[in-house]
């Protein structure tokens, strides 16, 4: 059987335990674990930079998984590039540069995605969708971990999943906010790739068995080779 990867997102986590946060999400069995920068301007809050990254970078060989939510994201992708991210995601809504960011980090050697908040259209992502390996649907509006899952966002997976189907592109969809066990089985209904989880994961008695029951529910794209 086919199986979703989760993605822990430290955001949830002890900050003065970066380590042991990475160190959980590897023990539960994730695959990747997801960094969620932001820079108190594209969304209120701000949490940490490249300098993180590359000093965990040193730890673990787990996929870091890093969401830009950052305005003028030009300005940090070489540094997180440097840092050791494996994926580096950045929002449509932050930059009007797509398509040279997405080249600029797939000539890097990284994961590409982009990111669109609950207000924005899958359409606008038309053009790039063969230049991308991820789209990452925020089913929260991005800021804060903890919120509900926005379920109309959901909609937007399975336009993905049909776009995806129609074009024979093979981008991962991830979805990122509000996912908790109540409603695991209809995000991955929708046809979900990648499971980005912050409070549930880390609230989690048994993060493992959170990790295995999450990646079996949900279906992931054949034609990607996922490390
Ligand atoms: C929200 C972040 C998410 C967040 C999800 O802006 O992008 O990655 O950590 O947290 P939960 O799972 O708590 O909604
Ligand atoms: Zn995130």
């Known amino acids: 059987m086919k199986k979703a990867i989760v993605a822990p997102s430290v955001l949830a986590a002890d900050f003065s335990r970066f380590t042991d946060a990475v160190r959980e999400a590897q023990e539960a ?26 000093d965990l970078r040193h730890q673990t060989s787990i996929v870091f998984d890093v969401h830009l939510m950052v305005i003028h994201p030009e300005a940090f992708i070489e540094r997180f590039v440097q840092a ?42 038309e053009t790039v969708l063969p230049d991308l390996d991820i789209v990452l649907v925020m089913t929260v509006n991005p800021g804060y971990g903890g919120q509900t899952l926005i379920q109309g966002c ?33 995000v991955c209904d929708a046809g979900t790739d990648i499971i980005v989880t912050g409070s549930a994961f880390y609230n989690a ?12 529910a949900a279906p992931l794209t054949e034609a990607k080779s996922l490390r």
């Open 84 to 125: 050791g991210a494996d994926n580096i995601t950045f929002h449509w809504e932050a930059t009007v540069h797509t398509h040279k960011l997405l080249s600029t980090i797939r000539a890097a050697g990284k994961r590409a995605g982009i990111s669109i908040v609950p207000s924005t259209p899958v359409s606008v992502l």
């Open 29 to 54: 069995g994730a695959e990747w674990v997801h960094f969620d920068i932001m820079d108190g301007s594209f969304v209120p809050d701000l949490t940490f930079g490249p300098k993180v990254i590359a």
């Open 205 to 216: 008695p048994d993060k493992r068995t959170l990790v295995r029951t999450w990646a079996q």
């Open 154 to 186: 959901l909609d937007k997976v399975k336009q993905l999943v049909h776009i995806r189907e129609t074009r024979h592109l093979d981008f991962l969809i991830a979805i990122d906010g509000g996912v908790y066990d109540e409603n695991i089985r209809t």
